[in-house]
């Protein structure tokens, strides 16, 4: 499958993914000189599609399992395992397991604001990923609250 037509099907699940709550997927940041880290928590049986990167970046899954859908095809992956995400992938997964994911960035700015950190390497807002006033999937949780009120 190519990786517009992976793009497209995502964009098919993250609508569908809309009209569900959202879970709560904890996000620690880290830094070192040059780098930046963003640790994501994902309970099992969480189903998430991941932001567009505007940069190549490590990826260490060091707690539980994966199934990840990428324009490269279907896999699985678990705590141990280290892999490349490259630009401009989008990539969906569902945790079989409570799982730890890490992205590790360049940063060679030193930028500490995550905020600002989300706009340069993604495609992205802050406000617009989990746990922002602007995600689509909070802004469709309260309409439908409103709706039913």
């Known amino acids: 499958m190519t990786e517009l037509a992976t793009r ?4 098919t699940l993250e609508a569908q993914l809309l009209k569900v ?5 904890p996000v620690r940041h880290y830094f070192a ?13 969480t189903v998430l599609v991941g932001a567009i990167h505007k940069t190549e970046n490590l990826i260490v ?3 539980g399992r994966l199934r ?6 279907t896999q699985e992956v678990a705590a141990g395992d280290t892999f490349t995400c490259r630009a401009g992938m989008k990539n969906a ?16 700015d030193n930028i500490t604001d995550t905020d600002k950190l989300v706009e340069v390497l993604s495609e992205s807002k802050a406000s617009d990923l989990l ?14 609250e409103n709706i039913e009120a």
């Open 93 to 108: 997964a569902i945790a079989l397991e409570d799982t730890r994911w890490t992205n590790f960035f360049a940063n060679p």
């Open 8 to 11: 497209e099907k995502l964009a």
């Open 21 to 25: 709550p959202q879970v709560d997927c």
């Open 61 to 63: 899954v060091s707690k």
């Open 131 to 144: 746990g922002g006033s602007t995600n689509p999937q909070i802004v469709a949780n309260k309409a439908a």
């Open 68 to 73: 990840m859908v990428t324009g490269d095809g």
């Open 33 to 45: 000189p040059g780098l930046y880290a963003r640790e994501i928590n994902i309970p099992a049986g």
